[in-house]
């Protein structure tokens, strides 16, 4: 039995980053009424909101949906998991924190794309990363103190971090005080979406920063623990979605426009299971086709990461100091003063640099100061350590996304493609090399213990790629799988601003619209996707006048 809910201006598919902030600012700034539907409970553990909590959920899916990819010819036969999250405020509730927006030529190269003048520069999106920052430690061209997000340093640097800076200045890299900023080479301490918040250091999530802002204005209505199922068209315009809620098919009504942002995988799935995909992909599970896009589920795009393992002579970084005694200690300390290593994420600190020799970044190389790998990939149990992960920023090859089936509960058919293109192995195993010489270079050496893994053994290229094969994961950044595009690129699913081709009144807002990975953590983009698409939908043509569109107008 289906139901029929009131009408909306706007129905929001989705309640990730990108989500948050479009239904902000089209309530708080635009006067719009909005139905946000999220798949996800309305919030996460309490623990959660201590920038530490979320090393206790990291294997769990009491916020998260565990994809799995299909086996990879490359990595052994491997099906490695993929994660997206799945609660109210999508990865910004569940990640660990990493601010980082990318380089400038990643969204020159945007522009480029979609055949320059498209407003996608970075001259043209930085603006969006400034209004939405309070940044506790920059206040200049490149960042803003007056925003919603909380944006700072870690509340504490453990020694291993700061080894591992030294380490790098002495084998020529530069510190960088600001990755965001300049330029991105170089090494330093990443900037997190945590603040203070009554003297105690907090998550900064989506709906925090955010949707908290409205959340009591009776122009919003969020609805959680519940599936949408379709986006509705009719004579070619979309006009609301299908939503399941406690066993019920639920009808929304949208005057406006429907904004889709369920996250890459299952943005992909939901316009497939729509009719608007690949028609040939589409009748063969029975999807009546509504328009034929074949780019829907291409381009798939994901920051992958190798790690080189050492463990340490005495004790590092955060390992050990969540459990028993240490754990009560550290809560008592955190609850009466609001400090202590429940204040740092466990990740401060990276690298970003070529191991071309060229001046733009090509790695991102993390330092975890802890013995850290994912269960699927090695028995080495979690001791104190360090992990130094080589993550490819700008990966060559390109993965898909497909239905399984016709039924919205079916997670998609997900390739990560990983090591898809030759290049992507090539930078991976030379960062590999990179990541060996900065174990063996003081300070860093002087806590060094072994290297658990690769091993030192393991020397030639040969057996490197069966390492990378063995061990690789993803950076949980998937992208792209309906990207923007210029009007004469067949793939390309959206236009400039967001606009699904074929269909009126449809967007998508999250980081499947990317048309190529930034050179960074993606959440930054995907609030900054957000900012403006809810620019884009206010300006959007109502096709009949009336109260919304008085309203919008004004």
Not at 338 to 364: A, M
Not at 388 to 400: E, F, I, M, N, V
Not at 436 to 454: F, G, N, V
Request: glycine content about 10%; overall charge neutral.
């Amino acid at each position: 039995m289906s139901q029929t809910a009131r009408d909306y201006d706007f129905v929001i598919a989705g309640g990730g980053s990108s989500a948050c902030v479009a239904a902000m600012r089209l309530v708080r700034d635009f006067g719009a009424r909005v139905l946000m539907i999220e798949r996800g409970p309305a919030r996460t553990a309490p623990v959660m909101r201590m920038p530490a909590g979320y090393l206790r959920y990291l294997a769990r899916e009491d916020f998260l949906e565990m994809h799995r990819t299909v086996p990879q010819e490359r990595l052994c036969g491997r099906a490695p998991i993929v994660p997206q999250a799945k609660v109210l405020g999508g990865g910004s509730a569940v990640n660990a924190m990493v601010y980082m927006r990318g380089q400038k030529e990643d969204y020159d190269g945007w522009d480029a794309m979609l055949g320059g003048g498209s407003g996608w520069s970075y001259a043209d999106v930085l603006p969006h990363f400034r209004a939405v920052e309070r940044n506790s430690k920059f206040n200049n061209a490149y960042h803003g103190i007056d925003g919603q997000l909380l944006v700072s340093d870690p509340g504490r640097l453990c020694d291993t971090t700061e080894d591992y800076i030294l380490t790098a200045q002495g084998l020529g890299h530069p510190y960088n005080p600001d990755f965001n900023g300049a330029s991105q080479a170089g090494v330093g301490v990443m900037q997190h979406t945590m603040g203070r918040v009554k003297n105690r250091m907090v998550r900064s999530d989506a709906v925090t920063a955010f949707l908290r802002e409205v959340w009591k204005n009776p122009l919003l209505t969020v609805v959680t623990d519940a599936l949408v199922t379709k986006v509705l068209i009719e004579r070619g315009r979309a006009v609301g979605v299908e939503y399941r809620s406690a066993g019920q098919l639920i009808t929304a009504r949208a005057t406006r426009e429907v904004l889709v942002a369920t996250g890459t995988y299952n943005t992909a799935k939901l316009l497939m299971l729509s009719g608007l995909g690949p028609a040939d992909h589409l009748k063969h599970h029975g999807v009546p086709v509504v328009a034929d896009l074949p780019g829907v589920g291409e381009n798939l795009m994901d920051h992958h990461e190798v790690p080189t393992i050492a463990t340490t002579r005495g004790r590092s970084g955060y390992f050990g100091e969540d459990r028993g005694w240490p754990m009560i200690r550290n809560g008592l300390q955190y609850i009466l003063f609001g400090t202590g290593p429940v204040t740092t994420t466990g990740i401060e600190s990276c690298l970003f640099y070529d191991p071309d020799g060229g001046e733009r970044p090509t790695i991102q190389l993390y330092c975890a100061p802890i013995v850290y790998l994912d269960r699927d990939v090695s028995s080495a149990e979690p001791t104190w350590g360090v992990t130094l992960t080589s993550c490819l920023l700008r990966p060559k090859a390109r993965g898909s996304v497909r239905l399984r089936s016709a039924d919205p509960a079916d997670k998609p058919v997900v390739d990560s493609n990983f090591f898809g293109h030759p290049d992507d192995l090539r930078l991976t195993i030379a960062s590999i090399r990179h990541a060996r010489r900065l174990l063996a270079t003081r300070p860093m050496s002087d806590k060094i213990a072994t290297e658990l893994l690769p091993g030192p053994d393991m020397t030639d290229d040969e057996a490197l790629a069966a390492y990378c094969g063995k061990t690789v994961k993803t950076n949980y950044h998937p992208s792209g799988t309906a990207r923007m595009g210029r009007d004469d690129d067949p793939t390309a699913v959206l236009d400039a601003r967001l606009k699904v081709r074929g269909v009126d009144g449809l967007r998508v807002i999250d980081c499947a619209a990317i048309p190529a990975i930034p050179s960074a953590n993606t959440n930054a983009a995907a609030i900054m996707l957000g900012h403006r698409a809810a620019e884009f939908a206010a300006a959007g043509r109502v096709s009949e006048p009336g109260r919304a569109a008085q309203r919008l107008s004004a």
